[in-house]
């Protein structure tokens, strides 16, 4: 595709980005001006030592934190919404963060149903991310077997739904027979939150991202073909199995860690890569990648801003942000412009 | 006078299904020679293999039985992306996406040739720019998808396909949910492609009468028999396009080039100029009318139109076909 590449609109957005990770180091339950930061940043030094620490030890990974896993949520977004030519596509769909959820669920609260004791808080949350990749990962070889089996991409969204709503029941089930104490430690983490990452955590999510982003930038221009569907792509010779293969891989290591790492987050999958298609004009997967990864870490700091409560010590839960900001601004993207024309 | 350079040909082909032990087999027995520069229609009736046979040629579906040769090498050994050098196709999936211009969509037809991005190398982009000429869309470039008309769809359909470069241009039924002018035009859009640009283009079609028109070759595909090829012409006169038609009661009538039931020809005696007895008779046929009373004989005038219906020297006028046939009508009632 000839167009040139929206160099400036690149520009705006990292210069909002870094506007919005800034702003996102200064507010909190202590702020911390601006400027200081800003010179923090470049190198000098801060005035207090407790601002070093807050900022170095709490929101600094935070705020990486969000730009991680927007990048992770919108990208694996964009690639089930061109795979499977459906514009209600996103992370949520194959089912993943629900696997991720059920594996946080038994972790937390099989103890009272089943009498085990799997978590003690000692561990801090090494065991949660383990348990919801290990959730992540069951429901990912569920639907990895289901592809394997059907060759239909619409079989395979419709059982993706259902596996989510099965996973879903059974956190149900595990939540009536749990005890109060051990339900609220898992709503809790329903609600999504990006702090509380360790360095050692955020190299880990790092790494996710980089290995479930391969598969996507290894098969971009197969994505390219793919608008035109499934037969008209083989016909240009994609390989369509390799493609659905990779899809599944990509998504469940970025849905999957950042669901591990984050809670689950809602709206980022499936808003993202449709405001992307909106600013950047364009269905080319080369610009609509980097876009949506800029968009989905710009939108989800953008939304911890809003969680911090500006001028308060409390947070609004970042799942709830998500949400409150996410479906009015689909809902306004739909209305504004031909939105099925769009897609 | 030399014959054109064959690509594709295939005998003892048998199509069809395999799942497991079960084997569906929708065509047996096809043989065929694709031939470049030449405009081939594959005509036949609904459900008899025509988009299987299209989708076995793609190497999407290994035939039951015998090979398809592109080039003298059976197509099963070739890779898909070989495969996409050499056949380019424009299927009946609609696509209508508003954030892909013309221009981006014909541009995707160099997925083939371009590396891991996709970028466009000034022989893509000379490639690009020819397709666009030559099916005359210029003037579409720079709209978006969801702009265009169906007509208009279709030609950037095909000029996507041209942009891939194969030598062989696959098309199912280009012309269907077209209007008439719509149909003539991709017709000879196809047939030019075909002669001008040294491609095989075969296509699926059930507009028998523009393919008559426009093919150089015929494939017809009758229900559970071989391939019938031939030059359309050859074809009508051997009588052979009758294989279409399922029942008896019709047959392609060689005079008019029409499918025609098989009625028993007209008894009525009807005096006129030749080019307006021959709507009177066919107004006549649809009614299953097919003689008058003893004695009775009609006779017609051109301007001012009027058909006078003479019986034992008395004459009756009508103004239209319609008030004489209503009044045949009614007296058949009474």
Redesign the interface.
């Known amino acids: 595709m000839k167009n040139k590449p929206p160099y400036l609109l690149f520009t705006l957005g990292l210069l909002l980005c870094l506007l919005l990770f800034v702003l996102n180091l200064s507010i909190g339950s202590v702020h911390i001006p601006f400027g200081e930061i800003a010179g923090r940043l470049v190198g000098k030094p801060l005035p207090k030592t407790s601002w070093e620490t807050i900022l170095i030890e709490y929101r600094l990974p935070k705020a990486v934190t969000a730009i991680l896993a927007g990048i992770s949520l919108s990208v694996s977004g964009l690639q089930m919404q061109t795979f499977f030519r459906n514009p209600l596509a996103g992370p949520y769909v194959l089912g993943i963060s629900s696997g991720a959820g059920l594996g946080v669920a038994i972790l937390l609260m099989a103890s009272s149903a089943f009498g085990w004791l799997l978590y003690q808080g000692s561990l801090g949350i090494w065991p949660i991310i383990l348990a919801a990749s290990l959730g992540a990962i069951l429901v990912l070889l569920l639907m990895s077997l289901t592809a394997w089996k059907v060759k239909d991409s619409m079989t395979l969204l419709i059982v993706g739904l259902m596996f989510g709503a099965a996973v879903s029941a059974l956190i149900s089930v595990l939540a009536y027979f749990s005890e109060a104490e051990q339900l609220k430690l898992f709503t809790i983490w329903s609600m999504g939150s990006l702090g509380g990452s360790s360095y050692a955590q955020l190299t880990g999510f790092s790494f996710a991202l980089i290995l479930g982003s391969f598969p996507m930038l290894y098969m971009l221009k197969s994505y390219n073909a793919m608008l035109m569907g499934e037969a008209y792509a083989e016909s240009m010779g994609v390989n369509i199995s390799r493609l659905r293969w990779g899809m599944i891989i990509s998504t469940g290591i970025l849905a999957g860690s950042a669901t591990a790492f984050c809670g689950p987050i809602a709206f980022i999958g499936i808003a993202v890569p449709h405001m992307a298609r909106l600013v950047f004009k364009t269905a080319d997967h080369r610009v609509l990648l980097p876009g949506s990864a800029l968009a989905g870490a710009i939108i989800l700091l953008f939304c911890d801003a809003i969680s911090q409560l500006p001028g308060s010590a409390q947070t609004l839960p970042i799942n709830a942000v998500t949400s409150l900001i996410g479906a009015p601004m689909v809902i306004w993207l739909i209305l504004r412009r031909n939105f099925s024309k769009e897609f | 006078m030399t014959s054109k350079p064959i690509i594709l040909t295939a005998s003892n082909l048998n199509l069809g299904y395999q799942k497991g032990n079960l084997i569906n087999t929708i065509a047996e027995n096809l043989e065929f020679e694709l031939k470049k520069g030449e405009l081939t229609c594959l005509l036949g009736p609904n459900g008899v293999g025509k988009s299987t046979l299209i989708k076995t040629i793609?190497g999407?579906l290994p035939p039951l039985k015998g090979q398809i040769y592109l080039d003298g090498k059976p197509i099963q050994q070739y890779?898909?992306?070989?495969?996409?050098?050499k056949?380019?196709?424009v299927?009946t999936?609609k696509?209508?996406?508003?954030?892909?211009s013309v221009?981006?969509?014909v541009?995707?037809?160099r997925?083939?040739h371009?590396g891991?991005?996709?970028s466009?190398s000034p022989t893509d982009?000379n490639k690009v720019e020819n397709a666009i000429e030559a099916t005359n869309i210029k003037y579409l470039a720079d709209r978006s998808l969801?702009e265009l008309s169906d007509g208009q769809l279709q030609k950037v359909m095909i000029a996507r396909a041209l942009a891939?470069d194969g030598e062989i241009l696959l098309l199912d039924e280009p012309t269907a949910h077209l209007d008439l002018v719509n149909r003539l035009e991709i017709m000879r859009l196809l047939k030019e492609i075909a002669n001008k640009e040294n491609k095989a283009v075969l296509i699926t079609t059930h507009d028998l009468e523009i393919a008559i028109e426009t093919a150089d070759e015929f494939w017809l595909m009758p229900c559970g028999s071989p391939l019938i090829t031939g030059l359309p012409e050859d074809l009508i006169i051997q009588q052979k396009l009758d294989v279409l038609l399922p029942s008896q009661s019709m047959h392609f009538d060689k005079k008019t080039g029409k499918i025609k039931g098989k009625a028993n020809d007209s008894d009525i005696i009807i005096k006129g100029p030749e080019f307006l007895k021959k709507w009177i008779e066919s107004a006549l046929a649809k009614n299953n009318i097919f003689q008058l009373p003893e004695n009775q004989f009609l006779s017609i005038k051109e301007s001012p139109f009027e058909l006078d219906l003479n019986k034992n020297g008395e004459s009756t006028t009508f103004r239209s076909i319609r008030d004489f046939v209503d009044y045949l009508k009614q007296g058949s009632i009474s």
């Open positions: 793609m999407q890779g898909l992306r070989e495969i996409s050098k056949i380019a196709v299927l999936d696509i209508r996406m508003g954030t892909l221009r981006q969509l541009e995707l037809g997925i083939p371009t891991w991005l996709g466009l982009q969801s891939q």
